[in-house]
């Protein structure tokens, strides 16, 4: 086995195997957004003959395990013809489940087909090779499903194998790249199914985060609401980009920090004076430390220290300056951008068209979102990270 453990193990041959992990693809977005930080996960038990026996998926952090909630959809004898397909690779260890090699092994499960491997160094390339010790046939699927289950969890993968969150860069802006109406008489610049789409996106992140300018400028609560909040296990961290340490205590924000955390990344040197007050209101502050020769910027010294708190996915809400910065450190991984069918005066604050974060998302055809135009581009996508696809 091979670091990964996964190069080893020979890619599944039958047509029949592509669909019913394409199903358990389907399956594990069931898990969105409960699971985090778990990763999403979905499996099948099937018959040669393409017939579905079983389904699972993980619901949430601490719940049993897909591959268990597979099995235990089928209670009686596991037919010799049967597969499991599983998206992400089946784990061998105690964690705070049981081993889903154990159980497999156990139920005689015959033959494991799963979609991608687990990016964890501790655990990879472990469940499929107990399997295949144990005489169980234990294959890949095909290349492009390995890549789809990868971005399906781009988060995990991100924080095990870089160390720092997967990184989507949302905006909303006007045809010509402006990031405000203009009219006091117009709030919003997109409609409300693209409004309401961006708690979905918020749900599935670890923290969203803006700049101080953002704050200042529109007093967000960048909380989750609707429906989705209920599905949500933990609610998202809010993080503030403010070297110098403006974030007013009267601010939406800090108001609610006892209810939802509020993070405040700035400088080393930033005063002193207000950071007693935030503290005393709730908010934490993530104070850089003093430069050293290749130390971290703040954006990436802040990432590093979310993905120690087990944050996966952050969401940028910024304004244009936050999105650039973060365009020109290459820490934008995926971009989320909504584009409004008006224009706006320019000299209402944006990007220029012609701007390589803009440009990036005008490259991909848009996809109605109500009255607006929803613009997604992976710019890092999870399986161009190191270590990510072991073999072909
Ligand atoms: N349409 C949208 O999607 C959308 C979203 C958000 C905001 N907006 C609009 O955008 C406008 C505000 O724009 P903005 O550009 O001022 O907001 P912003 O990008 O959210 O915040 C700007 C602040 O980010 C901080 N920052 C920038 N580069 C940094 C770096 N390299 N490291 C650490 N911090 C950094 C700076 O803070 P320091 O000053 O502390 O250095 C800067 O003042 C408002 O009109 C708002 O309504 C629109």
Redesign the pocket.
Known sequence: MDALGASAIPRSARPMDRDLLERALELAELGRPGARPNPVVGAVLARADGSILATGHHVRRGAEHAERACLADHPGEIPADATLYVTLEPCSHHGRQPPCSDLIIARGVPRVVFASCDANPDTCGRGPGQLAGAGIVVERGPADLERRALQQNAGFHSAHLRGRPYVTAK???TRNGR??TGDPQRRW?TGDASREFVHYLRAGSGAIA?????VL??DPLLTVRGPIADRMAVPPLRVV????L?LPVASNLVRTAAEVPVIVACDHDAPTAHELVLLEAGVEVFRLPPPEPGAP???AATLRMLADREVQDLLL???????A?FHDAELIDSIAAFVAPFEAPATE?GLALDHPLVARALAVPGEPSGEDELHVALVHPAWNFPGAVPGK
């Open positions: 905006w909303a802006m990031f405000a610049i803006c700049g101080i300018g953002t400028a529109d980009f403010d070297r110098r403006e910027c703040l954006l809400e910024s304004g244009p300056r936050l999105l910065a604050p």
